[in-house]
T-cell receptor
Framework: AQSVTQLDSHVSVSEGTPVLLRCNYSSSYSPSLFWYVQHPNKGLQLLLKYTSAATLVKGINGFEAEFKKSETSFHLTKPSAHMSDAAEYFCVVSDRNSGYALNFGKGTSLLVTP | GAVVSQHPSRVICKSGTSVKIECRSLDFQATTMFWYRQFPKQSLMLMATSNEGSKATYEQGVEKDKFLINHASLTLSTLTVTSAHPEDSSFYIC?????????????FGPGTRLLVL
């Protein structure tokens, strides 16, 4: 069975400081991992995805994530937070065993303060 | 590109009535669409997978007679909540997988907020 655990339900950072959103995964097969962002009243937007190529994945809006198999982690980072980054972030896992269905974590709410 | 719309964006209905939610892929064809449910401050839970022209596949615990799914064309899937009750109040989100695209790519709609009184 596949699953993801987002270690923080809420993260608060000051504008201009680094962002770290933590995610650990469990998968019986080679997983694909994603980070999605959900802004109020907007559809989920894909930030980045890992599909067994480079372990350091760069996404949109300056976000990146590193796949660490030894730690079963896929943490999302950004060097400098913007006010517009405030949103709900979901870590997602998918693998062949699940028919490539997306399995969402519980989400991390990112608050960016001035 | 790759825009998915949902209609309505929010709906309030009386207990016992049925509500239909539409999910459309606006600029691509989608053989497969997905329906999710999201409770407040919680994750998205996959309810069912619908394939154009065939019956939907429901996840364990989801009542297929309560949540009717129709995927009659390559750009439209509908979810009908039949005989809605207050416990069906939730945020319903659809996604669409482009026909011929890779298995893991899904584009999400903005969601429909259902409130059953």
């Amino acid at each position: 069975a596949q699953s993801v655990t987002q270690l923080d339900s809420h993260v608060s950072v000051s504008e201009g400081t680094p962002v770290l959103l933590r995610c650990n995964y469990s998968s019986s097969y080679s997983p694909s991992l994603f980070w999605y962002v959900q802004h109020p009243n907007k559809g989920l937007q894909l930030l980045l995805k890992y599909t067994s190529a480079a372990t350091l994945v760069k996404g949109i809006n300056g976000f990146e994530a590193e796949f660490k198999k030894s730690e079963t982690s896929f943490h999302l980072t950004k060097p400098s937070a913007h006010m517009s980054d405030a949103a709900e972030y979901f870590c997602v896992v998918s693998d062949r065993n699940s028919g490539y269905a997306l399995n969402f974590g519980k989400g991390t709410s990112l608050l960016v303060t001035p | 590109g790759a825009v998915v719309s949902q209609h309505p964006s929010r709906v309030i209905c009386k207990s016992g009535t049925s509500v239909k939610i539409e999910c459309r892929s606006l600029d691509f064809q989608a053989t497969t669409m997905f329906w999710y449910r999201q409770f407040p401050k919680q994750s998205l839970m996959l309810m069912a997978t619908s394939n154009e022209g065939s019956k939907a596949t429901y996840e364990q615990g989801v009542e297929k007679d309560k949540f009717l799914i129709n995927h009659a064309s390559l750009t439209l899937s509908t979810l009908t909540v039949t005989s809605a009750h207050p416990e069906d109040s939730s945020f319903y989100i659809c996604s669409a997988r482009p026909t011929g695209g890779d298995w893991e790519t899904q584009y999400f709609g903005p969601g429909t907020r259902l409130l059953v009184l």
